[in-house]
Nanobody
């Protein structure tokens, strides 16, 4: 059974930073592209970043230069370092995994999802 478990988010002041982690189990981690998505209050879920087994990354324009995705294949873990946070970054953040090696932004491409973790940015 595949499980993706995100670390706890939290309340952060604007301009601050935070690292989210996602621990995967029940799958051969190195075969999967890992992604982060987020769902702001009252809005649709949207792509944030993705990374494949070799470290190729893809970012949403809204987070480029502020967020960094990385993975530790030995630990079956993917991280999302978020910096220079804005109030608009407030959302539930979700970890996702897909079998195909190419990072993509499409929600439907991802096979497995975590339960999500809440990040609130205060002004």
């Amino acid at each position: 059974q595949v499980q993706l478990v995100e670390s706890e988010g939290g309340l952060v002041q604007a301009g601050g930073s935070l690292t989210l982690s996602c621990a995967a189990s029940g799958l051969t981690f190195r075969w999967y592209t890992m992604g982060w998505f987020r769902q702001p209050p009252g809005k649709e879920r949207e792509f944030v970043a993705a990374i494949n087994w070799s470290g190729s990354t893809l970012y949403a324009d809204s987070v480029k230069g502020r967020f960094t995705i990385s993975r530790e294949n030995v630990k079956n873990t993917v991280h999302l370092q978020v910096a220079s946070l804005k109030v608009d970054d407030t959302a539930d953040y979700y970890c996702a995994a897909k079998r195909v090696a190419t990072p993509t932004m499409t929600i439907e491409d991802y096979d497995y999802w975590g339960q999500g973790t809440q990040v609130t940015v205060s002004s």
